[in-house]
């Protein structure tokens, strides 16, 4: 069965980092676009970044680019979310996705297999 973990959330001040894993098994990751999306109480689930399976290629959305960085350990079969520069608008449960088909900047409902997910609280 494809099984996404993820780990490394947590509670941290602003401006702080951490650095986000999502494990893969039963799979290998390189078949899959990978994204990370994130969803807050009460709001959309809000795609973050993704990082292709082909050429490496990657996606962030506005609000985060510059200040996180998606990458993959093939030998791992992991993908990290190194987050820097945390604000308290980065709170949320985070989420790693992966489908075969989907595109980078693709959409929540486009990615098949789902992480539980891991909280990630920036506050004072």
């Known amino acids: 069965q494809v099984q996404l973990v993820e780990s490394g959330g947590g509670l941290v001040q602003p401006g702080g980092s951490l650095r986000l894993s999502c494990a893969a098994s039963?799979?290998?990751?390189?078949?899959?676009?990978i994204a990370w999306f994130r969803q807050a109480p009460g709001k959309e689930r809000e795609r973050v970044s993704g990082?292709?399976?082909?050429?490496?290629?990657?996606y962030y959305a506005h609000s985060v680019k510059d200040r996180f960085t998606i990458s993959r350990d093939t030998a791992k079969n992991t993908v990290y979310l190194q987050m820097n520069k945390l604000k308290p608008e980065d709170t949320a449960v985070y989420y790693c996705?992966?489908?075969?088909?989907?595109?980078?900047?693709?959409?929540?409902?486009?990615?098949?297999?789902w992480g539980q997910g891991t909280q990630v609280t920036v506050s004072s």
């Open positions: 996705a992966a489908d075969p088909w989907a595109t980078i900047w693709g959409l929540a409902r486009d990615f098949s297999s």
């Open positions: 039963g799979f290998t990751l390189d078949n899959y676009v």
């Open positions: 990082i292709s399976n082909r050429d490496g290629t990657t």
